[in-house]
């Protein structure tokens, strides 16, 4: 069947990196994303990238992450710099067959992830 697995979370300093992957059991999805959920707070698109590169970012996140995929390794990455405390989440791996049209909406994603946590502290 359809998995996503993600890994890499962590506890970190504000200013410092974390690198989040997402391990896939297809390598031909059209669009892949990464969306978080803070404490009481809605889940929120992050970065997501189609299966020709294009990548796309939210805005609170441009310049610091980078989002990538591996497609012959079935791996996508989050390569988040310059961490703040407000980017604390539960970071989740989404992908869609097809090449998504809003890319930072949940439904667009049939295939989800269980989550990593990220926690930023001051």
């Known amino acids: 069947g359809t998995w996503l697995t993600e890994s890499g979370g962590g506890s970190v300093q504000a200013g410092e990196s974390l690198r989040l992957s997402c391990a896939a059991s297809?390598?031909?999805?059209?669009?892949m994303g990464w969306f978080r959920q803070a404490p009481g707070k809605d889940r929120e698109g992050v970065a997501a990238?189609?299966?020709?590169?294009?990548?796309y970012y939210t805005n609170s996140v441009k310049g610091r992450f980078t989002v990538s995929r591996d497609n012959d390794n079935k791996i996508m990455y989050l390569q988040m710099d310059s961490l703040q405390p407000e980017d604390t989440a539960m970071y989740y791996c989404?992908?869609?067959?097809?090449?998504?049209?809003?890319?930072?909406?949940?439904?667009?994603?049939?295939?989800w992830g269980r989550g990593t946590q990220v926690t930023v502290s001051s």
């Open positions: 989404a992908a869609s067959s097809q090449r998504a049209i809003s890319r930072f909406q949940e439904s667009e994603y049939s295939y």
């Open positions: 297809y390598k031909s999805y059209g669009t």
């Open positions: 990238i189609d299966s020709d590169g294009t990548t």
